[in-house]
């Protein structure tokens, strides 16, 4: 029942994001930067996760402001395995993605710093009454994420250069794309998502 859930709530915030990342992408072609159907396709794909990894983290409407830190490292990575290898996982995609898609992540220094901000701004999101902030969460979040920049590595030594060079950004700047699909995720997850789920799903968090 739990994976229905994300699945039905990553869906909901999805059918609001992949339209502003089509509209994106068509004022991009009009200024002269087109970019090939492959890195399009993985963008859309790449917009899908990054709405999976939201609902997983449980980022929803703002509340009042009510932090609940947890600044020890390391201990609640003993105490709960489990959560500690759900976090490492969920960022395996985003270390992948990121080489994978743009140029400028051609080293593991830029995809963990770029990993670390996603999951600090997680973090302090979560302030506003949404869960707990966690100094392991940022631990074990660039750990997966570092973990999916070496999975790359790894295809990239058995899958055609010019094959993956397709995926590649064109003429762009990078950092301002990507940090363009998060906010706009962050933006969905936090304004119509959660009305679409409650007025017309009818499902609450």
Known sequence: MYLRQIIIRSLSGFLFLAPGMLLYFWVQGKQGRKQSPL?????????????GMLTVTGIRQFKAFSPRLFLVP???????????????VLFVPLGFFLPLLYQEFASIRRAARTGFLFSLSIELIQMFDMGTTDINDLITNTTGCCLGYGLYLL??????KDFLQHFQSTGIRELREIWFFWVYA????????????????????
Not at 190 to 201: A, K, N, Y
Request: net charge neutral; hydrophobic share 55%; with cysteine.
């Open 39 to 51: 890195h399009q396709a993985a963008c859309i794909l790449f917009g899908y996760y990054l709405m």
């Open 74 to 88: 390391f201990l609640d990575m003993i105490v709960g395995p489990e959560q500690t290898i759900l976090n490492v």
């Open 155 to 160: 295809a990239s030594k058995v899958i055609r």
């Open 186 to 205: 962050f933006a969905v997850m936090v304004t119509v998502q959660p009305v679409f789920l409650d007025r017309v799903l009818h499902l609450s968090w």
